[in-house]
T-cell receptor, first 115, second 115 residues
Framework: AQKITQTQPGMFVQEKEAVTLDCTYD???????LFWYKQPSSGEMIFLIY??????QNATEGRYSLNFQKARKSANLVISASQLGDSAMYFCAMRVGALGNQFYFGTGTSLTVIP | AAGVIQSPRHLIKEKRETATLKCYPIPRHDTVYWYQQGPGQDPQFLIS???????DKGSIPDRFSAQQFSDYHSELNMSSLELGDSALYFCASSLGRGLGPYEQYFGPGTRLTVT
């Protein structure tokens, strides 16, 4: 079975501090991709970062980094120097399947940045 | 830059009616995905198309069907609508398929309300 688990329904972080959003996954596929998306209150889905299952280096994109621990099947998102505009829902997602066209999302974490 | 276009943005239907949602992917993108996101829920993968052929199927109800046309736009047809079909329906597109970082670009979504 393919599954993404996000155990933090809500998180608070002080502006300018770093925050880690947890994500664990379960798949029997050997090859898979892991994504993080941000969904502001306006509803659009914004791609943040990607990690491939065979990538040895942790992915980084500006203030976003992905702490990939393959043996533990975890792909936590780290946001450094939080900004007020980071307040949003954050979804972890996994891409699997022979054609790589099946996507599974976690239930999301609502992040609130406090001034 | 051109983005994914979805129409209509809002749709109100009554129970047992039909609805058609349209998606226009980013030019030259060859893969289209459909997702359903219920209120406070994570996006659920419905179906995907690659080069106008169905690629993968997720949790799409039998009452729903979808296709991708020669111009790569896609339509999601929903029949015998139920109250539980009220949701935000996202279309996303990507260039290429497989397990690489083929980032999905999401459209703004169609908010369907069934009364």
């Amino acid at each position: 079975a393919q599954k993404i688990t996000q155990t933090q329904p809500g998180m608070f972080v002080q502006e300018k501090e770093a925050v880690t959003l947890d994500c664990t996954y379960d798949t029997s596929d050997q090859s898979y991709g892991l994504f993080w998306y941000k969904q502001p209150s306006s509803g659009e889905m914004i791609f943040l970062i990607y990690q491939g299952s065979y990538d040895e280096q942790n992915a980084t994109e500006g203030r976003y980094s992905l702490n990939f621990q393959k043996a533990r099947k975890s792909a936590n998102l780290v946001i450094s120097a939080s900004q007020l505009g980071d307040s949003a829902m954050y979804f972890c997602a996994m891409r699997v399947g022979a054609l790589g066209n099946q996507f599974y999302f976690g239930t999301g974490t609502s992040l609130t940045v406090i001034p | 830059a051109a983005g994914v276009i979805q129409s209509p943005r809002h749709l109100i239907k009554e129970k047992r009616e039909t609805a058609t949602l349209k998606c226009y992917p980013i030019p030259r993108h060859d893969t289209v995905y459909w997702y359903q996101q219920g209120p406070g829920q994570d996006p659920q993968f419905l179906i995907s198309f690659y080069e106008k052929m169905q690629s993968d199927k997720g949790s799409i109800p039998d009452r729903f069907s979808a296709q991708q046309f020669s111009d790569y736009h896609s339509e999601l047809n929903m029949s015998s609508l139920e109250l539980g079909d009220s949701a935000l329906y996202f279309c996303a597109s990507s260039l290429g398929r497989g397990l690489g970082p083929y980032e999905q670009y999401f459209g703004p979504g169609t908010r369907l309300t069934v009364t």
